[in-house]
């Protein structure tokens, strides 16, 4: 039985962690950097200790003094949240030696998702439509060219343990792959510690869509529905929602049924995410799965009522998922704004400080999931996002009209934010219609900024 938990990891995810914990009546040590000694999370949770220095390395991914803290504090379990250790398998390892619970898949299931080149090639041998890419791992410049000629380009390669658009690149012609492939393997091996690349076919303007799923360890699945998160820029997400609105109820059934094949194909356990990208034509393709919880699980709670961080510390500890797929409803739509301290009117700078006051927005249907505080200093080494900002209403219309209300209403000084870059978008013509696609941002919209 899980009674105390390490929260390995910090922002609004540990937050997020610990007031469930809290409410299941689990003991929580959160572990905060030198940089984060007057984040919200270590005041909230029944212990905190410093884990070290601001340098990542040798704070929220240092391992060995991670699994050395949860044994000296006699935690049964810890859970990484997204990002940091949540998908390394080497934490997987460390916690199944030392008999701690990790709140997450096996390291199994970690390194065979982890690697794209890998889970590519699973998903093929499950029937499992991808788009049309190199069979394995690209050993040279010259097998890359020889697969780009055979499938034709635009092609994009990717870092095999890659995420979040790095090691990513987008190849119109034959004379940009050689310096595109050396420039994209560099920055694998800087970001993940591993060169390898692999290619696909690139479809443009795509459609990025994604299922949340779960496994037990008694060889029960279920989804929980789908998440539209097609409003990204450079790779990264901006705006999710559910349900998606580009999808019709038979091509929903057709990409949940995938999404279960997959969840049964290698026995998952826990919380993950399918992801999906789907074409003009609504044809869609396997992309990734991301085996941990997902910043944007916050969608999916306001349309099912179902409490994700829960429904993941119950898995590890060994239950069966407490419902059936009929018992799920979705009821609504939700739609979330991602809100970071940054410039849009500099090519979206980060723009680290302190919060001098703050104002957030509240009213039926409107959550904000946050760290931040006023008088807060917001440290300048780790991701600038400070909050979500997700609306939730009967309707698409209405609920779009909640967030452009919740936006007009949330002020924060001291600091610059996207949150005047949200309401534009959430208040385009092409998200309210929406036509939009994952390369909207960069190729339609901030291009009709600028002439305006």
Not at 25 to 31: E, L, S
Not at 122 to 142: A, C, H, W
Request: charged fraction near 25%.
């Amino acid at each position: 039985m899980i009674n105390k938990i390490l929260v390995a990891n910090r922002g609004d995810i540990a937050v997020r962690i610990i007031r469930t914990c809290k409410e299941l009546g689990i003991k929580t040590v959160a572990i905060y950097s030198d940089a984060d000694r007057d984040s919200f999370h270590r005041y909230i949770a029944d212990e905190s200790i410093c884990i070290g220095p601001n340098n990542i390395s040798k704070s929220y991914n240092n391992i060995e003094n991670i699994i050395y803290l949860a044994l000296k504090l006699s935690c049964d379990a810890i859970h990484p949240g997204f990002g940091f250790l949540s998908e390394n398998p080497q934490l997987a390892e460390e916690c199944e030696k030392n008999n701690i619970i990790l709140i997450g898949p096996t390291k199994e299931q970690m390194l065979l998702m982890g690697d794209k080149s890998r889970a590519r090639e699973t998903m093929v041998n499950l029937g499992v439509p991808v788009v049309q890419g190199s069979e394995s791992v690209l050993k040279t410049k010259e097998e890359a060219l020889e697969v780009a000629n055979k499938i034709g380009y635009p092609v994009m390669i990717k870092a095999s343990n890659g995420g979040g658009g790095k090691g990513m690149r987008i190849i119109n012609c034959k004379e940009e792959l050689f310096s595109s492939f050396d420039i994209a393997s560099s920055e694998a091996l800087s970001a993940f510690s591993n060169s390898d690349l692999y290619m696909e076919k690139f479809i443009e303007n795509p459609r990025h869509i994604e299922v949340q799923v779960f496994g037990d360890k008694h060889s029960n699945a279920i989804h929980l529905g789908d998440r539209d998160c097609s409003m990204q820029r450079r790779n990264q997400k901006v705006i999710e929602e559910s349900l998606s609105p580009f999808l019709s109820d038979d091509q929903r059934k057709n990409i949940y049924k995938t999404a279960l094949d997959i969840v049964k194909g290698i026995g998952y356990i826990g919380a993950g995410t399918i992801e999906f990208i789907v074409d003009k034509d609504k044809n869609f393709y396997f992309i990734e799965m991301n085996t941990r919880i997902q910043v944007e699980h916050t969608v999916t709670e306001m349309i099912t009522g179902l409490d994700l961080i829960k429904l993941q510390i119950l898995i590890a500890n060994g239950d069966e998922i407490p419902f059936k797929q009929d018992d799920i409803v979705f009821r609504g739509h939700a739609i979330e704004c991602r809100i970071n301290a940054e410039d849009p009117s500099n090519d979206f700078t980060p723009c680290p400080g302190r919060i001098e006051s703050i104002n957030i927005p509240g009213g039926f249907g409107v959550r904000f999931d946050t760290f931040i505080y006023c008088g807060y200093t917001i440290p300048p080494i780790y991701d600038s996002m400070i909050g979500k900002l997700v609306c939730w209403a009967e309707t698409r219309e209405e609920c779009i009209s909640r967030m452009n209300r919740a936006l007009d209403e949330f002020i924060v000084e001291g600091i610059k934010t996207n949150v005047d870059f949200q309401r534009e978008l959430v208040t385009s013509e092409a998200f309210k219609n929406n036509t939009h696609h994952t390369k909207f941002i960069e190729n339609v919209f901030i291009n009709e900024a600028s002439t305006m």
